[in-house]
């Protein structure tokens, strides 16, 4: 069973950056490939970003290019997500979400996904 855990979520004005943590309670975490969804009040969950089990691939919804980096430490088990310039249109509630893949599997779809944590706020004032 896998256990991932957000932190890092907070209150912060538009322009402002945050970074998510969130750290996974497994053996083997080069296995797993990790992304990073929202959820914002009233509407689905979306994708955000993605990097694969080996942490060589990425990939990050359009909406966020350039502002938002994915990265992860295997000595930590840590799963990052630096958030840069960031916008009211920003605000939601952040899950990190696990799957076993392949290294060549970079996963953008909520369905694609075994794992998930608790979630962390994340509000953007203007």
């Known amino acids: 069973q896998v256990q991932l855990v957000e932190s890092g979520g907070g209150l912060v004005q538009a322009g402002g950056s945050l970074r998510l943590s969130c750290t996974a309670s497994?053996?083997?975490?080069?296995?797993?490939?990790m992304g990073w969804f929202r959820q914002a009040p009233g509407k689905e969950r979306e994708f955000v970003a993605v990097?694969?089990?080996?942490?060589?691939?990425?990939s990050l919804t359009d909406s966020v290019k350039g502002r938002f980096t994915i990265s992860r430490d295997f000595a930590k088990n840590t799963l990052y997500l630096q958030m840069s310039s960031l916008k009211p249109e920003d605000t939601a509630v952040y899950y990190c979400?696990?799957?076993?893949?392949?290294?060549?599997?970079?996963?953008?779809?909520?369905?694609?996904?075994?794992?998930w944590g608790q979630g962390t706020r994340v509000t953007v004032s203007s």
């Open positions: 990097i694969n089990s080996l942490g060589g691939s990425t």
């Open positions: 497994v053996r083997s975490f080069s296995r797993y490939g």
């Open positions: 979400a696990a799957r076993l893949s392949e290294p060549w599997v970079v996963a953008r779809s909520r369905g694609e996904y075994d794992y």
